[in-house]
T-cell receptor, first 112, second 114 residues
Framework: DGGITQSPKYLFRKEGQNVTLSCEQN?????MYWYRQDPGQGLRLIYY???????QKGDIAEGYSVSREKKESFPLTVTSAQKNPTAFYLC???????????FGPGTRLTVT | GENVEQHPSTLSVQEGDSAVIKCTYS??????FPWYKQELGKRPQLIID?????GEKKDQRIAVTLNKTAKHFSLHITETQPEDSAVYFC?????????????FGQGTILTVHP
């Protein structure tokens, strides 16, 4: 877990602004994931990437975008099209061929 | 579709009692079932997992059981302690999609009273 960093820990934005959340890992894991967590709900998958320059939509991709230009980085952009962006965002990684996922410390985004 | 249901949503026990959380999954091809513990404001931590080729796995005070026929699995915590208080999530992989993709249950808030 220590090999996954997310910054910043808290992020505040005004409605209508795009914002990019950072996720970096030094575990040399191939796969990276973005989840959204709301109070009283489980983790919902936004996007995931198994390899550089490739990514797939998860269950709630609308209003979000990602890129995977480097193996160690998987930034998430929350666009103004996302209706309810205020949430706790978690990044996770897993190694090739393995199911275990490990989470970063998360970014709490508040949009007002 | 891919679905994991988790019960109960809240669980309150006295210190020293046992706690059991149950999950059901929809895809009979799922073969990996992890459990995560999340303390307030922190990241989910993997505490135990089980694969479909075994029926039970133990690690000190925690254990997980799997019933493939019924498509459900459970987390058992014995001799609970106040530091066990947290939100617990179950998950299952879905083999019809790419490896590593997990679907999570809604979570159980466990409170252990001293």
């Amino acid at each position: 877990d220590g090999g996954i960093t997310q910054s910043p820990k808290y992020l505040f934005r005004k409605e209508g602004q795009n914002v990019t959340l950072s996720c970096e890992q030094n575990l040399n894991h191939d796969a990276m994931y973005w989840y959204r967590q709301d109070p009283g709900q489980g983790l919902r998958l936004i996007y995931y990437s198994q390899i550089v320059n490739d990514f797939q939509k998860g269950d709630i991709a609308e209003g979000y975008s990602v890129s995977r230009e480097k193996k160690e980085s998987f930034p998430l952009t929350v666009t103004s099209a996302q209706k309810n962006p205020t949430a706790f965002y978690l990044c996770a990684t897993s190694d090739r061929g393995l199911d275990e996922q490990y989470f970063g410390p998360g970014t709490r985004l508040t949009v007002t | 579709g891919e679905n994991v249901e988790q019960h109960p949503s809240t669980l309150s026990v006295q210190e020293g009692d046992s706690a059991v959380i149950k999950c059901t999954y929809s895809d009979s091809a799922s073969n990996y079932f992890p459990w995560y513990k999340q303390e307030l404001g922190k990241r989910p931590q993997l505490i135990i997992d089980i694969r479909s080729n075994v029926g039970e796995k133990k690690d000190q005070r925690i254990a997980v059981t799997l019933n493939k026929t019924a498509k459900h699995f459970s987390l058992h915590i014995t001799e609970t302690q106040p530091e066990d208080s947290a939100v617990y999530f179950c998950a299952a992989n879905f083999r019809g999609t790419s490896y590593g993709k997990l679907t999570f249950g809604q979570g159980t808030i466990l409170t252990v009273h001293p």
